[in-house]
């Protein structure tokens, strides 16, 4: 059976690493030059194995086969967070690129803006999927400067380029590989992960609205402090749901803004990012029901009025069965004892293009559970044995 050069494939993740360095991560945010110059360097490398690339209208590397299918398509994304890790993202990529090397016959995708630098969810694969409208292009600005995402694809040379969709019926499953962003495998000692499902993730702002006063002359007696009357919640919601949530669902308190934010001002406004995660639609509707009634509970007893506005929620998206077989098998034959399935915490590209296609993921260890951050990192030996798993999976589901 043929085999993949795992040689190359490491090869290419240290080279991809060099474009946009920081300290031991990369700092590649979407559109910006660092990031045009990494889907500029993945169109050579998928050129050189005989794929048709091109970048497109909203910045996604896609590279065709030329020959006959049965097809795959295998990716994740390139550009990462500020002052990120080298691995989120570009490990799915540099795969797919690996996969084709090998004589696979697959398509490779790195899909624009996964890590969500314009506030869209998603904006390359649901372009390719076709569910991303142009007024949504229209409305997205950068979550750090507020530069529009028209704007920035004029300033990355992308303005006005078609964007590339998925061909129906073309494509048999999709694969992305992927490091764990958690401790799950390390702390077990294993080396592969074979993805189950990929977590909804459900978004609200909450906002309290109270009275702007003096911080001196106004009692504690006669105080409508937004701020607050937010942290109660917060701390109420916190005891809450353990008693609500699902075995692995996590719930994050984004970002606490206070206005005006002055230290002798008490706040009139608190406004609150908080978001949970699961893979079951039943325990997010649990978790929302209790949200509620804790938003309830707190207009009854506080001063200030609190209102809940939900901001986005996703879907889960379940692992194609016979595409996650293949995997556990591939995982027994090369890594035995080393394997275990899991749910992801994350949310991925995969969800989104299991709306199109079956599809199915596969993770490797985080060294200390680290992502997000430049000091993420996997062992060699670690990427190797993913590689070669993902390589002798695909091997089984294309010949299935």
Same mark, same amino acid.
């Not at 299918?69 to 390139?78: K, Q």
């Not at 309830?296 to 209102?307: D, I, P, S």
């Not at 069965?321 to 035995?336: I, N, R, T, V, Y």
């Not at 199109?356 to 992502?371: Q, T």
């Given at each position: 059976?043929?085999?993949?050069?795992?040689?190359?494939?490491?090869?290419?993740?240290?080279?991809?690493?060099?474009?946009?360095?920081?300290?031991?991560?990369?700092?590649?945010?979407?559109?910006?030059?660092?990031?045009?110059?990494?889907?500029?360097?993945?169109?050579?490398?998928?050129? &050189?194995?005989?794929?048709?690339?091109?970048?497109?209208?909203?910045?996604?590397?896609y590279?065709?086969?030329?020959g006959?299918?049965?097809?795959?398509?295998?990716?994740?994304?390139? &550009?990462?967070?500020?002052?990120?890790?080298?691995?989120? $993202?570009?490990?799915?990529?540099?795969?797919?690129l690996?996969?084709?090397?090998?004589?696979? +016959?697959v398509?490779?995708?790195?899909?624009?803006? &996964?890590?969500?630098?314009?506030?869209?969810?998603? +904006?390359?694969? !649901?372009?390719?999927?076709?569910?991303?409208s142009e007024?949504?292009i229209?409305?997205?600005?950068?979550?750090?400067d507020?530069?529009?995402?028209?704007?920035?694809?004029?300033?990355?040379?992308?303005?006005?380029l078609?964007?590339?969709?998925? &061909?129906?019926?073309?494509?048999?499953?999709?694969?992305e590989?992927?490091?764990? *962003?958690?401790?799950?495998?390390?702390?077990?000692g294993? *080396?592969? $992960?074979?993805v189950?499902?990929?977590?909804?993730?459900?978004?609200?702002?909450?906002v309290?609205?109270?009275?702007q006063?003096?911080?001196?002359?106004?009692?504690?007696a006669?105080?409508?402090?937004?701020g607050?009357?937010a942290i109660?919640?917060?701390?109420a919601i916190d005891?809450?749901? +353990?008693?609500?949530?699902?075995q692995?669902?996590?719930?994050?308190?984004?970002?606490?803004?206070?206005?005006?934010?002055?230290?002798?001002?008490?706040?009139?406004?608190?406004?609150?990012?908080?978001?949970?995660?699961?893979?079951?639609?039943?325990?997010?509707?649990?978790?929302?029901?209790?949200?509620?009634?804790?938003?309830?509970e707190?207009?009854? !007893?506080e001063?200030?009025?609190?209102?809940?506005e939900?901001?986005?929620?996703?879907?889960?998206?379940?692992?194609d069965?016979?595409?996650?077989?293949?995997?556990?098998?591939?995982?027994?034959?090369?890594?035995?004892?080393?394997? *275990?399935?899991?749910?992801?915490?994350?949310?991925?590209?995969?969800q989104?293009?299991?709306?199109?296609?079956?599809?199915?993921?596969?993770?490797?260890?985080?060294?200390?559970?680290?992502?997000?951050?430049?000091?993420?990192d996997?062992?060699?030996?670690?990427?190797?044995?993913?590689?070669?798993?993902?390589h002798?999976?695909? *091997?089984?589901?294309?010949?299935?």
């Amino acid at each position: 059976m043929p085999t993949v050069d795992t040689a190359a494939f490491l090869q290419d993740l240290y080279e991809l690493r060099r474009i946009g360095a920081f300290r031991t991560g990369v700092h590649r945010p979407t559109y910006s030059p660092e990031d045009m110059e990494s889907r500029r360097w993945l169109v050579a490398k998928l050129t &050189e194995c005989g794929l048709d690339a091109a970048i497109d209208g909203i910045g996604n590397v896609y590279g065709r086969h030329r020959g006959e299918g049965p097809h795959l398509l295998a990716g994740s994304h390139i &550009e990462s967070q500020n002052e990120a890790g080298w691995l989120d $993202g570009a490990l799915g990529v540099v795969a797919g690129l690996a996969l084709a090397r090998a004589g696979l +016959p697959v398509d490779v995708c790195a899909f624009a803006d &996964e890590e969500g630098h314009f506030n869209v969810g998603f +904006p390359g694969s !649901r372009s390719i999927i076709g569910e991303l409208s142009e007024d949504a292009i229209d409305r997205a600005t950068n979550r750090t400067d507020g530069t529009p995402m028209r704007d920035a694809l004029r300033a990355a040379g992308l303005e006005g380029l078609p964007r590339r969709q998925l &061909e129906p019926g073309r494509h048999k499953g999709y694969f992305e590989m992927h490091i764990e *962003q958690g401790t799950q495998l390390e702390a077990a000692g294993l *080396q592969i $992960g074979v993805v189950t499902g990929i977590v909804a993730i459900w978004q609200w702002r909450i906002v309290v609205e109270g009275q702007q006063d003096h911080a001196g002359g106004t009692t504690m007696a006669e105080r409508r402090d937004a701020g607050l009357s937010a942290i109660r919640l917060l701390a109420a919601i916190d005891a809450e749901f +353990p008693r609500i949530c699902g075995q692995r669902t996590t719930w994050t308190t984004g970002r606490i803004r206070l206005d005006p934010g002055a230290p002798n001002i008490i706040p009139g406004r608190a406004e609150v990012l908080f978001q949970f995660r699961d893979v079951s639609v039943p325990v997010l509707e649990r978790l929302e029901a209790g949200l509620r009634a804790l938003v309830q509970e707190a207009n009854r !007893r506080e001063r200030c009025t609190v209102t809940l506005e939900p901001v986005s929620k996703a879907i889960p998206a379940l692992c194609d069965p016979a595409m996650m077989q293949a995997l556990s098998d591939a995982a027994a034959e090369l890594a035995p004892a080393a394997w *275990q399935t899991m749910p992801s915490g994350a949310g991925h590209d995969a969800q989104v293009i299991a709306r199109r296609m079956p599809a199915a993921m596969l993770f490797v260890p985080s060294i200390g559970g680290i992502s997000h951050h430049w000091s993420e990192d996997t062992k060699d030996a670690d990427l190797t044995l993913g590689m070669q798993v993902l390589h002798r999976a695909a *091997q089984r589901f294309l010949a299935s």
